[in-house]
């Protein structure tokens, strides 16, 4: 198993472009996050799923939209990028296990917005 | 509102000796507690969960958790470091009271960075 990918790995924006950032996973896993990463903040959620057809937002959702056709993709849209944008995105899937999903990382996409 | 803190930046240990990576979380019920460990340039990769029974958890790579209630504390463990444990060590808490649209939301902390010395 492949596990989660991502693409691409990085990423430079000029402000008020916009781009699709990829994620797939081949676990079969029903729920998938998007994180971003930002120096020092942990990650904040993006947007999350809990199946396919099925998403909603996270802590931080302003700015991007999500999909999710497919057990397997979950792509995150950036429209209008902002210098605010820059940081280091995750994708990851997980299932339920004893009332708690683990959650499988991607190796992050780097995205610099200038 | 569900939190988790990990009150140092940076822990540093001689490789060989027990190394302690510390976490405190704030919930409302019954907490489900993660450990993640994230290498350079690398994504999140787990290492262990509580979810209920035995206070100490057992996880990947040699790694343990003990989970205390009255300090609300989950402390990651392990006997003696190696210089590849070095890497940024990330708590994460779920409070399974706090639902919203069917998912139970995941607090990660700011993350530890452990640096292991030969």
């Known amino acids: 198993n492949a596990g989660v990918t991502q693409t691409p790995k990085f990423r430079i924006l000029k402000i008020g472009q916009s781009m699709t950032l990829q994620c797939t996973q081949d676990?079969?896993?029903?729920?998938m996050y998007w994180y971003r990463q930002d120096p020092g903040m942990g990650l904040k959620l993006i947007y999350y799923?809990?199946?396919?057809?099925?998403?909603d937002k996270g802590e931080v959702p302003n700015g991007y939209n999500v999909s999710r056709s497919t057990t397997e993709d979950f792509p995150l849209r950036l429209e209008l990028a902002a210098p605010s944008q820059t940081s280091v995105y995750f994708c990851?899937?997980?299932?339920?296990?004893?009332?708690?999903?683990?959650?499988?990382f991607g190796p992050g996409t780097r995205l610099t917005v200038l | 509102a569900q939190s988790v803190a990990q009150p140092e930046d940076q822990v540093n240990v001689a490789e060989g000796n027990p190394l302690t990576v510390k976490c405190t979380y704030s919930?409302?019920?019954?907490?489900?507690l993660f450990w993640y460990v994230q290498y350079p340039n690398r994504g999140l990769q787990f290492l262990l969960k509580?979810?209920?029974?035995?206070?100490l958890v057992k996880g990947s790579y040699g790694f343990e958790a003990e989970f205390n209630k009255s300090q609300t504390s989950f402390h990651l463990k392990k006997p003696s470091a190696l210089v590849s444990d070095s890497a940024l060590y990330f708590c994460?808490?779920?409070?399974?009271?706090?639902?919203?649209?069917?998912?139970?939301?995941?607090?990660f902390g700011t993350g530890t960075k452990l640096q292991v010395i030969p």
């Open positions: 990851a899937s997980g299932y339920l296990a004893g009332g708690a999903d683990t959650q499988y």
């Open positions: 676990m079969n896993h029903n729920y």
């Open positions: 799923s809990v199946g396919a057809g099925i998403t």
């Open positions: 919930v409302s019920g019954n907490p489900y």
């Open positions: 509580y979810i209920t029974g035995d206070n």
């Open positions: 994460a808490v779920r409070d399974p009271f706090s639902s919203s649209g069917g998912y139970q939301k995941v607090t």
